[in-house]
């Protein structure tokens, strides 16, 4: 983790589905750019894009609701991205 970038892996509590996660600092809209690794394949190339910090948030806490197992705990995360 760096002032700008936060990265974190996340995965399912059967097996078979993760990821890997790497989140920049939100910008004044509010919109979180992300890169995101299939734990599958972490060679393939990332799928990339943006969301609202809120979205994000909400996406990290139902993974953990739905005992997900996260490599950063939950509550630094959504700290993390909700700062500016």
């Known amino acids: ?5 936060l990265a974190f892996h996340a ?3 059967r097996g078979g589905e993760g990821y890997v996660l790497l989140l920049y600092r939100a910008d004044e809209a509010g919109q979180v750019c992300w890169r995101e690794w299939s734990s599958e394949d972490y060679m393939a190339p990332a799928r990339e894009g943006s969301s609202p910090v809120d979205e994000m948030v909400r996406r990290v806490e139902a993974w953990s609701r739905d005992r997900w197992t996260l490599s950063e705990p939950v509550q630094r995360i959504s700290a993390w991205l909700r700062a500016r």
Do not use: L, N, R
């Open 11 to 13: 995965a399912a509590p």
């Open 1 to 5: 983790m760096t002032a700008d970038t």
